[in-house]
């Protein structure tokens, strides 16, 4: 007795394409070895905003920057200890 297990992609394979995009934004994330540095690069140099941040111990480890349309997310690998 065979049962019809589709998955959730051969599901959507089988929907008809749409005209109404389903994606707004694909945001890349950069893990980075200095993070001020890399701010200085993106806000200083090419005009993007800080317009999300976490700041654990008032320092900051991830944030979301924006310019126009455009957004990246920048985050700075953890190192044992800071």
Known sequence: MATDTK???DVAMELPPSDTPN???????????????S???????LGFTI????EPEGRIRWCWLERDQ???MLQEYWKDGS
Not at 25 to 31: G, R, S, T
Not at 51 to 54: A, G, K, L, P
């Open 7 to 9: 998955t959730l992609f």
């Open 23 to 37: 994606v707004r934004q694909a945001v890349p994330f950069f893990n980075v070895k200095d993070i001020e540095a």
């Open 39 to 45: 701010l200085r690069f993106y806000v200083d140099g």
């Open 51 to 54: 317009t999300r941040r976490w």
């Open 70 to 72: 455009v957004a990246v």
